[in-house]
């Protein structure tokens, strides 16, 4: 039964540039969670996705936004990027908007130079 | 806001030892969740709780779900040098969603 996956494990880019992160749900899952967390906090909720539509934000500017696709799989994209934007990003997968039970991936360490 | 605030923000263990951190809330929540992330990986899901009162157990964990419903409570007993982490409680109120709130996380790590 596969678990979460992310890609890129790790990433390096520089202020001003755009970055695409990838996330396939665990198998049956068909609800993907998008988290940042900064080093040493918890993970903070950036939006999710149901059917192809985002479905709940946080408190994240607009240069974050996401997709996702028929089968289930989703992207973060962030534009403009700041040096706050270095972080670990996590993506969670659930079986719906009401399940409880969030499964997460391993993460993409993103550093911005 | 709602804000999670943990306790302690880190505490040393002996083998052998039971282990307790909790998880307030300025707000109330219908789920929680403790979660365990190691170095490098994503956390990990190792209890819910989904009503008021209740008192759930997995192994040597047990977590408990406030009266009030502005807290949770996380027990490890008999600890083993695997316990070594950060733990994170996280708040769900299913009818916004089923976004997770989380705390700053208690980090456990072995006494020298």
């Known amino acids: 039964d596969a678990g979460v996956t992310q890609s890129p494990t790790h990433l390096i880019k520089t202020r001003g540039q755009q970055v695409t992160l990838r996330c396939s749900p665990k198998?049956?899952?068909?609800?993907v969670s998008w988290y940042q967390q900064a080093l040493g906090q918890g993970p903070q909720f950036i939006f999710q996705?149901?059917?192809?539509?985002?479905?709940q934000r946080g408190n994240f500017p607009d240069r974050f936004s996401g997709h996702q696709f028929p089968n289930y799989s989703s992207e973060l994209n962030v534009n403009a990027l700041l040096l706050g934007d270095s972080a670990l990003y996590l993506c969670?997968?659930?079986?719906?908007?009401?399940?409880?039970?969030?499964?997460f991936g391993p993460g993409t360490r993103l550093t911005v130079l | 806001g709602q804000q999670l605030n943990q306790s302690p923000q880190s505490m040393f263990i002996q083998e052998g030892e039971d282990v307790s951190m909790n998880c307030t809330s300025s707000?109330?929540?219908?789920?929680w969740l403790w979660y365990k992330q190691d170095p490098g990986e994503g956390p990990v899901l190792l209890i819910a709780?989904?009503?008021?009162?209740e008192l759930t157990s997995n192994g040597r964990l047990t977590a408990q779900f406030g009266i009030t419903r502005k807290d949770s409570f996380l027990n490890i007993s008999a600890s083993i040098p695997s316990d070594v982490g950060i733990y994170f409680c996280a708040g769900q109120l299913t009818t916004a969603g089923n976004k997770l709130t989380f705390g700053g996380g208690t980090r456990v790590l072995v006494k020298p």
């Open positions: 996705y149901y059917e192809e539509e985002e479905r």
């Open positions: 198998s049956g899952h068909d609800t």
């Open positions: 709780l989904y009503k008021a009162g």
């Open positions: 707000s109330i929540f219908n789920t």
């Open positions: 969670a997968s659930s079986a719906g908007l009401e399940d409880n039970e969030q499964f």
